[in-house]
């Protein structure tokens, strides 16, 4: 139950935990991605600007001297308000709180698309700066097979519109989308379009398949096959190799992403990046094996880590029981632990 005097929505990017959150939205317009639910239960709706305004006002009054440097506009897609309406609400959230410096909102291609150059620049003017874009993939043929609803020339104009227009962008990938049949062009035609915006941010996420959602009805008939983590990783560093010409900050920056410790700013860190992931995927079978399930149990932030006799002896332990009643079986292991956190 949310004890708050105003509405909130169930979902929040990672970055945006000492925000304020101010619902423009409920749930996802499109909802059909095949690899989400975060908004299964929920039927979309709109909410009239009076009654945002109501929230934002009895936030102001609940957050007295509070002051809030960050905002972000839940739930799905606040770029469905007309444009007019959506600089309005910006501009009376800037004047409740006037110490924001940053107001951000998820940005979907489908929606964005819409805007014209004018709009956007409008509506970063009127306070909008950072958006997180759940771009997925790169590749017409995977975004198709989950069903993104977009295409990748959509997804690559309307992140340069909004760069363009003077908005910080994040670009999300899910590592391991393509599965066994799509990873390769999933990599290649990812890296293609990143290259083509130059987003300020690239952050990727691992693949973990939930109950409910259309990838485990294709997984169960044949149609998607999970890549094993080795080969995810592969994936990754096709895609690090295929960026190129970009300025962008990079990282793995979510739990469920195996080696934490793979972020920088390319050019300059992508030798160094590239060095993580290939000391990973030299390490003898075993010692991989071990690495990942101490990750994936919350052991090992860190490759690193693996030269702490106390947290070896522990993984170790744990290898050895998981195994005895799961022989043979790590992968579908690590992919349970994996869905559990994503
Ligand atoms: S991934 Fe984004 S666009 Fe797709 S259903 Fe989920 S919230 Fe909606």
């Not at 080795?230 to 979510?254: D, F, P, V």
């Not at 990973?280 to 880590?305: A, C, M, V, W």
Request: glycine residues 8%.
């Amino acid at each position: 139950m949310n004890p708050l005097p105003f509405e909130l929505g169930p979902i929040r990017p990672v970055d945006e935990a000492e925000s304020l959150l101010i619902r423009t939205t409920r749930g996802c317009p499109w909802n059909r991605c095949e690899f989400c639910v975060n908004y299964k239960d929920m039927k979309f709706s709109m909410r009239p600007l009076e009654e945002i305004k109501h929230d934002i006002a009895a936030a102001a009054q609940y957050y007295g001297d509070r002051t809030f440097e960050t905002c972000f506009l839940q739930d799905g897609d606040s770029f469905l308000m007309k444009t007019a309406e959506l600089v309005e609400l910006l501009t009376f959230l800037k004047q409740a709180f006037p110490g924001l410096k940053r107001i951000s909102s998820y940005g979907r291609a489908q929606t964005m698309i819409r805007k014209s150059d004018r709009e956007m620049q409008a509506i970063c003017q009127a306070g909008l700066n950072k958006l997180y874009c759940g771009m997925e993939s790169g590749s017409d043929k995977v975004l198709k097979k989950v069903n993104k609803g977009v295409t990748a020339a959509d997804i690559s104009t309307s992140g340069r519109r909004a760069k363009d227009a003077g908005m910080s962008i994040s670009e999300f990938i899910i590592l391991g989308l393509g599965g066994q049949e799509l990873w390769e062009e999933h990599a290649r035609e990812t890296a293609g379009v990143l290259n083509e915006i130059n987003p300020h941010f690239i952050r990727v996420l691992t693949i973990g398949i939930k109950p409910g959602s259309g990838l485990l009805r294709q997984m169960e008939t044949g149609k998607y096959t999970l890549q094993t983590e080795k080969n995810i990783i592969e994936e990754q560093r096709l895609l690090i190799e295929n960026l190129n010409g970009i300025t962008s900050h990079y990282a793995n920056h979510h739990a469920v992403d195996l080696l934490m410790e793979v972020r920088g700013r390319f050019p300059g860190d992508k030798p160094h990046m590239l060095n993580i992931i290939d000391r990973y995927l030299s390490l003898p079978e075993e010692d991989r094996i071990h690495f990942t399930l101490g990750k994936r149990l919350g052991i090992y932030q860190r490759l690193d880590e693996m030269n702490s006799a106390h947290l070896r002896k522990q993984v170790a332990a744990q290898l050895l029981k998981i195994r005895a009643s799961y022989p043979d079986r790590m992968d579908e292991v690590f992919h349970y632990l994996r869905a559990r956190i994503v």
